[in-house]
């Protein structure tokens, strides 16, 4: 689509040069909707991401798509649904994704977008036009410029799935001296820079529609695998969409102990190739995960967050607004340059691993100076490679995964963060492992049996071998919601399952279960299929 908004961008050529909005007459006499305000998802969440008030650049009108634009855009999407989506805007140098309308709110399909859009390290768009402030264009969620709701990216995306991007063209700079941002000047020559930065981008979300799942981006990387993108105090697990649900997640806690946490989602974690489910793990000394019904787990090597007992850390003050359930205090650099130091960590024997953390800061993606460097080195700080970049805003608490495959099997890992002119926050941070042994008994422990399977009369005998401890049997659907539940005490380790409920007034439906036994530290899991004749 050329152009969204034709009789404002007529405006422009007949009154005024920057005239946003369109040209609707308002109530109270006044002119304009943004239509980038006035998509239903989000609409009017707050005044910060758009606004009431008429005469506001950013006014989102008087109701979700009151405007004629933004009907024939939604008419058109309904009619031709879109795989990816890329919208041009202009300026800031920015490739923007989902979600803009709330700091700290993460895609699910985040994997898939920073492959496309590219990393800090690995940018999808460069930025040739001389004397830019900077050489690519930052890829990163909408509210790292700032908030907006009732935004075209974010309805396309939770209403269609659409992988979709705003790209915010260059600023450029300097026209004889002058900086000239909205006014990119009438040079046919620039104009052919900006399109072949902007050109393999734009081909790669055209390659990638055929395959969203596997296709690399312009800069090469490639959509990461199921896996968890945080351990604690809130756990993160991304897997595929068309997974089945995650019955729950185990833990080993910090004396050896197994404990459960029902995993959880809202709409906003329902991608359409990543779904994140999450846990409240902050009352536990989480040491490693394991999704059950899944083959994906972790393990905590090393944590730490600003404590008194968290030994070894140099540098940044210490605050007292911390990452929700992550204790009493953060790390904080106050906006010059400051570097945080972590101590050597031994990660010997360890493969797969990463860093965890969470973070939260103040910065303008305006301002090329203004970044927050994360740094790895594997021989107790001799040598540093940089390994995460982060800019803009983002003023709420959000998790990040950094994969660092060079770490495994170092002696002296360590990780420093730069601050360079940039207010930030840290908390849980941490090196993790995706390959972890603690499970190794649950897997080669003799496990659970039943009378039969598939069951076909109205009870199943369930057991296990001999214990000292009760039991506890569960049974879940498939789709992991769970249906019953009971304690049997030692030494008794067999259970006996009614499939009737009510004395027969309602019966366990035919179809696929599971069935898990808590005993003695340890879990057995056995299918059960149930196809009872009807009656």
């Known amino acids: 689509m050329p152009v969204e908004n034709p009789d404002g961008y007529q405006y422009t050529f007949t009154n005024e040069r920057y005239w946003r909005k369109n040209r609707r007459l308002n109530s109270g006499g006044s002119y304009g909707v943004d239509p980038n305000r006035n998509y239903p998802m989000f609409w009017g969440v707050d005044e910060l991401g758009s606004s009431s008030w ?39 140098g920015l490739v923007s994704y989902p979600w803009g309308f709330r700091a700290g709110e ?77 006014e990119f000047p009438d040079d046919s020559a620039l104009v052919e820079r900006v399109f072949r930065d902007n050109l393999p981008f734009a081909r790669s979300l055209i390659d990638a529609s055929g ?21 604690w105090p809130d756990s993160w697990l991304s897997l595929d969409a068309s997974a089945p649900r995650p019955l729950s ?6 004396t050896g102990a197994l404990v459960d946490r029902s995993v959880q989602t809202d709409s906003l974690r329902r991608g359409v190739l990543r779904t994140d489910w999450r846990t409240d793990l902050h009352l536990d000394a989480v040491r490693a995960l394991r999704a059950e019904g899944t083959n994906v787990s972790a393990e905590l090597v090393s944590l730490a967050g600003a404590e008194p007992l968290d030994k070894g850390w140099r540098g940044w003050w210490r605050d007292s607004v911390s990452a929700p359930g992550a204790g009493k205090y953060s790390w904080y650099a106050a906006g010059g340059s400051d570097t945080l130091t972590s101590p050597p960590i031994d990660l010997r024997g360890r493969t797969a691993v990463w860093l965890q953390l969470w973070t939260r800061h ?13 740094q790895f080195s594997g021989d107790s700080g001799r040598t540093w490679s940089n390994v995460a970049l982060i800019v803009g805003d983002g003023p709420n608490w959000y998790p990040m995964r950094v994969d660092l495959p060079q770490a495994g099997g170092r ?35 003799a496990g659970a049996e039943v009378s039969e399977n598939p069951v076909r009369s109205d009870q199943v005998v369930i057991s296990w071998p001999a214990t000292v401890g009760s ?15 009971a304690t049997v005490a030692a030494p008794t380790n067999e259970y006996v399952w009614d499939l009737t409920v009510d004395g027969g007034a309602r019966r366990v439906v035919n179809g696929a279960y599971i069935i898990v036994v808590d005993v003695d530290g340890n879990r057995y899991r056995r299918r059960l299929f149930v196809a009872r004749p009807s009656q």
Request: proline share 7%; charged share 15%.
């Open 54 to 92: 008429e005469y506001a650049e950013t006014y989102r009108g008087t109701a979700p798509a009151s405007e004629p634009e933004t009907r024939a855009v939604m008419a058109f999407h309904a009619a031709h649904p879109p795989v990816v989506s890329l919208s041009y805007h202009s300026y800031g």
């Open 106 to 182: 993460l895609p699910p399909d985040l994997s898939r977008y920073q492959a496309l859009a590219g990393t800090e390290l690995a940018p999808a768009v460069t930025d040739s036009v001389p004397g830019s402030p900077q050489d690519h264009y930052h890829p990163g969620p909408g509210w790292n410029l700032y908030a907006t709701n009732g935004e075209y990216t974010d309805w396309v995306y939770r209403t269609y799935g659409t992988i979709a991007f705003t790209t915010e063209l260059t600023s450029g700079c300097c026209l004889q001296g002058l900086y000239y941002g909205f």
């Open 211 to 231: 395959d969203l799942a596997r296709a690399p981006g312009a800069s090469g990387l490639v959509p990461g695998v199921p896996r968890f993108t945080s351990l």
């Open 249 to 254: 997640v185990t833990l080993r806690t910090g």
């Open 362 to 374: 103040n910065g303008s993606t305006f301002t090329p100076e203004q970044d927050g460097v994360i």
């Open 411 to 445: 002696r002296g890992a360590q990780v420093r963060f730069i601050s360079n002119q940039f207010s930030w926050w840290l908390d849980a941070v941490g090196f993790a492992s995706d390959a972890t042994t603690v499970f190794a008994q649950l897997a080669t422990a």
């Open 471 to 485: 039991a506890r049997i569960s049974v879940f659907t498939f789709t992991g919601e769970r249906l019953y539940e």
